[in-house]
């Protein structure tokens, strides 16, 4: 995020009401949070291309452009669509409750405004917009080549090492131009992906593909519906070779082998079920891999190994 050193963070307070302005400004400040202001939505808009906030407190009835218009802008443009954006407004009608979160606000505050609330809101989101950043930061600066995709075997989600991974079969297969959102999955995982989803009663050895030689794709655990997880590797990496982790690690060996289940997408109740053990019991075995590698999420974990490599 873009707070300054021995901040709290960084917000832009977007409100055309002078009285609304300090109130916030003067609770802000004491919590020590770095305050920007802006008095309309096109000067808010204008600011953040030179200094981006971690969080927005919007005015909803504004001169110019209103506060929905204004989140509309922000959240078309890549470069300030992460940013969260909470509401403020009188108006309690549901139609514009829902229009807000219709034009990406996270939250409102309803005026008059109370600063214990405001704060308690502002502490909440800016955590979950941290770890959420954390946990991307992890895949896109390792090397967990990972991708979601539709029902159809359209890319909704990639990792870098994932784009990267496509880019290189793709080359190997003859086929021209990168993969990224939007678009389908080259044509033999397209053709395998569509062949898997033809038939739902597969074996779990059949949700794992050898799309080429150095190449292999598996299917693992998507929480959302109608998506679908694929975990991207490189065969000749070694990378998942559970003796091998557990020497690079200094892993027991049934830790080692759950690290590599981790990293296939398994949830604790499937690699209980291959392994022969209980949900707790692996979950265990999870809190002495998050200590070994001193890291605090099954994502970076993941990571540790594959830079251990």
Same mark, same amino acid.
């Given at each position: 995020? /873009?707070?300054?050193?021995?901040?709290?963070?960084?917000?832009?307070? @977007?409100?055309?009401?002078?009285?609304?302005?300090?109130?916030?400004?003067?609770?802000?400040?004491?919590?020590?949070?770095?305050?920007?202001?802006?008095?309309?939505?096109?000067?808010?808009?204008?600011?953040?291309?030179?200094?981006?906030?971690?969080?927005?407190?919007?005015?909803?009835?504004?001169?110019?452009?209103? &506060?929905?218009?204004?989140?509309?802008?922000?959240?078309?443009?890549?470069?300030?669509?992460?940013?969260?954006?909470?509401?403020?407004?009188?108006?309690?009608?549901?139609?514009?409750?829902?229009?807000?979160?219709?034009?990406?606000?996270?939250?409102?505050?309803?005026?008059?405004?109370?600063?214990?609330?405001?704060?308690?809101?502002?502490?909440?989101?800016?955590?979950?917009?941290? /770890?959420?950043?954390?946990?991307?930061?992890?895949?896109?600066?390792?090397?967990?080549?990972?991708?979601?995709?539709?029902?159809?075997?359209?890319? @909704?989600?990639?990792?870098?090492?994932?784009?990267?991974?496509?880019?290189?079969?793709?080359?190997?297969?003859?086929?021209?131009?990168?993969?990224?959102?939007?678009?389908?999955?080259?044509?033999?995982?397209?053709?395998?992906?569509?062949?898997?989803?033809?038939?739902?009663?597969?074996?779990?050895?059949?949700?794992?593909?050898?799309?080429?030689?150095?190449?292999?794709?598996?299917?693992? @655990?998507?929480?959302?519906?109608?998506?679908?997880?694929?975990?991207?590797?490189?065969?000749?990496?070694?990378?998942?070779?559970?003796?091998?982790?557990?020497?690079?690690?200094?892993?027991?060996?049934?830790?080692?082998?759950?690290?590599?289940?981790?990293?296939? &997408?398994?949830?604790?109740?499937?690699?209980?079920?291959?392994?022969?053990?209980?949900?707790?019991?692996? /979950?265990?075995?999870?809190?002495?891999?998050?200590?070994?590698?001193? @890291?605090?999420?099954?994502?970076?974990?993941?990571?540790?190994?594959?830079?251990?490599?």
């Amino acid at each position: 995020m /873009n707070g300054t050193y021995g901040s709290s963070g960084t917000v832009l307070i @977007v409100d055309d009401t002078p009285g609304n302005l300090a109130l916030l400004s003067d609770t802000l400040s004491e919590a020590n949070y770095r305050v920007l202001v802006a008095t309309d939505g096109c000067s808010a808009i204008e600011q953040i291309q030179y200094v981006k906030p971690d969080i927005i407190l919007l005015d909803v009835m504004m001169p110019g452009i209103d &506060g929905f218009e204004t989140c509309s802008r922000l959240k078309a443009d890549p470069a300030t669509a992460a940013i969260p954006v909470l509401f403020m407004t009188g108006l309690s009608e549901l139609d514009h409750l829902l229009r807000g979160f219709g034009e990406g606000a996270l939250d409102y505050i309803v005026k008059p405004i109370r600063p214990a609330e405001v704060l308690a809101r502002i502490e909440v989101h800016l955590t979950q917009t941290r /770890n959420l950043l954390r946990a991307e930061g992890v895949l896109d600066d390792g090397e967990f080549a990972a991708l979601a995709v539709d029902a159809g075997g359209r890319i @909704v989600w990639l990792t870098t090492a994932a784009a990267a991974w496509l880019a290189d079969f793709k080359r190997g297969q003859g086929e021209a131009g990168a993969c990224g959102l939007g678009d389908a999955l080259p044509g033999r995982l397209l053709a395998w992906f569509a062949n898997w989803r033809g038939d739902g009663a597969k074996a779990p050895d059949e949700e794992s593909f050898g799309a080429a030689t150095g190449f292999s794709v598996e299917i693992g @655990v998507c929480h959302h519906p109608d998506e679908y997880l694929l975990l991207l590797r490189r065969e000749d990496d070694g990378a998942w070779n559970p003796e091998q982790l557990r020497e690079r690690l200094k892993l027991t060996f049934r830790e080692a082998e759950i690290l590599m289940w981790i990293a296939r &997408g398994k949830t604790n109740k499937e690699i209980g079920i291959i392994l022969g053990s209980s949900p707790r019991t692996i /979950n265990k075995h999870l809190e002495h891999i998050f200590e070994k590698l001193g @890291v605090s999420t099954r994502a970076a974990a993941v990571a540790a190994a594959l830079q251990s490599g």
